[in-house]
């Protein structure tokens, strides 16, 4: 089996989550990181083996030995870097947001259609084995969502990434953590958001963000979702979503599921791994491989995008 040969532009916290989980994917081989500073970059390189080490996507997609690039970027990178490596003619998987402004979103769907190239955004929820049993029970019409409960919270009064360390760019809670449960929502509900209204709390005189939000959505079929976004939570840490269902209720974290009895339900069997970010990497692989369209694909989750531009708008 021919090796897909795969470029990691972001050597920071999440894009050492991608290279753990690619040493777990046969047929796999990273041949190039880009990262911000050199030095860091080629500590990451050493660390896990890859032998080529810079701070140019440029350079790395010139190379003949790159086949995908995974983007771990800031987020205002990732629709202009994800047609780069398009237009280069690299399948390419972008961390989410897929963009920030609707506009480069569109034109990054427009360019995958052109190309035909894989294009995916890491909308990891949708492989989580939690979010996978609930979603497998729906689709056998077993259970239908009447209302999503979602809470995200974090700490970060102060600019630092997962890693404790200061970050070059400001993450967002409409843009980066709301966009992963407006698709799910929708993905689990099987229905398009046809309604969607905002709040947001004081904008923080450093960071220039909110960091509170409050959003609720409708679903065509009728399903609500109600979700609460904040970065000034002190704990717990995460995101906590709460299915209310016509047959059950079920409280996903990551890829822990309890019923709302707080039963422990096994999703250990739900996938070949429970590491979300390594079941996403291996649907890009899996994409490349047989030439079709990837879950998660800029296509499919471009609604969620046009949802999040209109509730920026509210917000203005």
């Not at 000034?232 to 079920?250: A, K, S």
């Not at 250990?268 to 994409?287: H, K, P, T, Y």
């Not at 879950?295 to 209109?310: D, E, F, I, M």
């Amino acid at each position: 089996m021919k090796p897909i040969r795969i470029a990691l532009a972001g050597a920071g916290a999440f894009g050492q989550k991608h290279l753990d989980a690619l040493k777990l994917i046969d047929g796999v081989q990273v041949t190039s990181v880009i990262g911000r500073e050199l030095d860091k970059t080629r500590e990451v390189a050493t660390k896990y083996g890859i032998g080529h080490a810079t701070t140019s996507l440029d350079e790395s997609l010139a190379r003949d030995d790159v086949d995908a690039v995974i983007l771990c970027t800031p987020t205002q990178m990732h629709a202009s870097q994800t047609l780069a490596c398009l237009q280069a003619g690299k399948h390419v998987q972008v961390e989410i947001p897929l963009c920030d402004v609707l506009k480069e979103g569109e034109a990054v769907v427009e360019a995958q259609r052109k190309t035909g190239l894989v294009a995916m955004c890491g909308h990891t929820r949708r492989f989580n084995p939690s979010h996978q049993w609930v979603r497998r029970r729906i689709v056998a019409g077993e259970f239908n969502i009447q209302q999503m409960d979602v809470q995200t919270y974090f700490f970060r009064r102060t600019n630092m990434n997962a890693l404790g360390q200061p970050r070059s760019w400001t993450d967002h809670l409409l843009w980066h953590h709301a966009a992963h449960t407006v698709d799910l929502f929708a993905y689990q509900a099987q229905s398009p958001v046809v309604k969607a209204n905002a709040l947001q709390g004081p904008i923080h005189p450093v960071l220039g963000i909110a960091m509170d939000m409050s959003i609720q959505l409708q679903a065509a079929s009728g399903a609500i979702c109600t979700l609460s976004l904040s970065f000034n939570n002190e704990g717990p840490l995460g995101t906590f979503f709460r299915y209310i269902g016509d047959t059950g209720t079920y409280i996903a974290r990551y890829d822990d599921l309890v019923n709302g009895k707080d039963e422990k339900i096994d999703v250990s069997q739900v996938d070949v791994s429970m590491n979300g970010i390594e079941l996403q990497d291996r649907e890009f692989v899996a994409a490349i491989r047989e030439g079709r369209e990837p879950n998660g694909s800029v296509a499919q989750v471009l609604p969620c995008y046009q949802v999040l531009h209109k509730l920026e708008q509210q917000l203005l």
